[in-house]
Each structure stands twice: as C-alpha cells, then as structure tokens.
C-alpha cells in the first residue's frame, strides 16, 4: 500500500526540463566604491531555521541598510537569491511564506535522495523572473558543495533557481544536483557561513546572519541517534566559529526551539530574526559610519 502511494506520488512530478544555462562557479570578481564601503550580507544554512533571515533583512531594509553583495549557503541562498533579485521587505516576507514543504517537496523514489529539488528550483526561477545570478540587482553568490572533491563552489553565474537547488541539496534528503558533470550539494557541509568568500568579492564590511542549530550543553546522550546528532553539532560549529570570526557584525536570532523541518514556525523564526538585528542596529550603524576596512 505504501509502495502504491509512493508511486502515485512520483508520478505526478514533472521530469525537469535541459537546464540551457546552467549555474557557473566563475573567477569572484571583487566589488568596489569609491565613495563608501562595500557591504556584504553572509546568510548562513539552517533549513527552516533559514526564516529567521526574513525577518533580519526586513528590518535591515526598513532602516535603510542594504548589501553591495549577498552570499548564501542552503537556506541563506534562498533567502539572499530572494533579496539580491529586488524582492524586499513585506514582499519578502510574502515570498517566505510560500516556501512550505507541501510547495518544495518533490518527492521521488530513492536516487541518492528522496526529494528532486526542482519545485525549489521553478519556485526561485518564477520569483525573480528567470533572470540568471549576474542579472539580479545585487551582486549575488550561492554556495554549494562539490561531491566528488569536497571543495566550495560559489555559483555567481548562470541559472538562479538551480544554484539555490544545489545550495540547498541537504544530502540523503535532496538528490545531487548534476551541474556539468559534477554533482554539488548543500554548501553547508563546507561553509556554513561563506564570510571568507565575501572577502574574496571585496566586501569591507561583512554582516553575518548565523542560524544553525549548536550543541545543547550538559544534555543527556541516550541513544546512537543522541550522540551522532551532538557529534555533528559540535563539528559544524567549529566551522561555522571559524569564518564567524572575521565577520563585522555577527548575528545569531534566538531560534534554539525551532527544528530544522519545523516550517510550521516560520512566523517564530522571522520575529526572532527581527528582535535580534534591531538588537545590533547601533553596532551596525557604528560600523557603516566608520573607517573602511581595506
């Protein structure tokens, strides 16, 4: 009976079209302005936890601070595909909350993953009109991983929707997504927060939005399940502490109770995104108002 659903399911999802313009990882090309400094916003992975980026960039966008370039990994590319394409404060909002797993999730019989990612990838695709990633108002990089070697790929070129697909490619969840030749996956497992890659394009200040889950402290590891999980808790934190570090301002919402699938709390998740960047808001003014940093 299960095998019958699961069928029926899979085929009611569309085989994805030839992609004509897939994503590129080109040569980061630095930003640069005469008059002021240049202002990256580094929007980190997290899943659901990713609408906390929402909420931080409305209210950013509500005082008038705005990024030169957006880099994102998994959640944070969806949101800064998003915000890079010109779609802003309620409207960004408006455009977080079609993005549940009933609108996402292709599901699909067992091919190095359960979900296809093209729903993902059409919805990105439509929001911003099918404009490619150097054709969005902000210069833009979606971060991925590469399967076959580990090392990072910052997509800064090519087709939007399926660079935030492979950003977002949670592995043994999403499929690989095949991108001449090489399979990537979800950036995360190489740079949860990319501020080394905002650098890299030139930004002199850098406001970072970390919304992954940490270790819980002193808890109680009962089972296999318990320790594995803490165990990768620990080693994503030390990587995301070790780019968090060069980062300007660092902002990290109080999203503690919000799972990884818990889409259902996106509106927790957006509040606490705004509570926290209005919490540094004097530190980011401080910062834009003083010596570039070069």
Request: hydrophobic residues 50%; glycine residues 10%.
């Amino acid at each position: 009976m299960l095998l019958a659903l699961w069928l029926t399911a899979c085929a009611s999802v569309p085989v994805a079209p030839t992609v004509k313009n897939p994503p590129l990882a080109a040569g980061l090309q630095p930003v640069t302005l005469a008059e002021r400094p240049v202002v990256a916003f580094v929007l980190g992975g997290g899943a659901a936890r990713g609408f906390a980026h929402a909420g931080v960039l409305n209210v950013l966008e509500q005082e008038g601070v705005r990024a030169d370039i957006v880099v994102g990994t998994s959640a944070g590319s969806v949101a800064g595909a998003l915000y890079a394409g010109g779609i802003r404060g309620e409207a960004l909002l408006d455009a977080a909350a079609e993005l549940q797993m009933n609108n996402l999730a292709d599901w699909s019989l067992p091919n190095r993953g359960f979900i296809g990612g093209e729903r993902l990838q059409a919805l990105i695709n439509d929001k911003l009109g099918n404009r490619p990633i150097e054709a969005l108002d902000t210069v833009f990089v979606a971060v991925a991983a590469d399967l076959q070697n580990g090392e990072v790929a910052a997509f800064n070129r090519g087709n939007t929707g399926m660079a935030v697909r492979a950003s977002s490619s949670m592995p043994g969840i999403f499929m690989p997504v095949t991108i001449h030749g090489r399979d990537y996956v979800d950036g995360g497992l190489v740079s949860q927060l990319p501020v080394r890659i905002a650098r890299q394009l030139g930004a002199d200040i850098v406001i970072a939005v970390d919304v992954s889950k940490r270790p819980v402290h002193n808890t109680v590891l009962e089972s296999t399940w318990d320790v594995l999980h803490q165990a990768l808790l620990i080693m994503s934190e030390a990587v995301v502490a070790a780019e968090a570090l060069d980062a300007d301002v660092l902002i990290r919402p109080d999203i503690g109770g919000i799972s990884l699938l818990g889409f259902d709390q996106r509106p927790d998740a957006i509040a606490a995104g705004e509570r926290a960047v209005r919490a540094v808001l004097p530190e980011i003014r401080k910062r834009l108002a003083g010596p570039v940093r070069r």
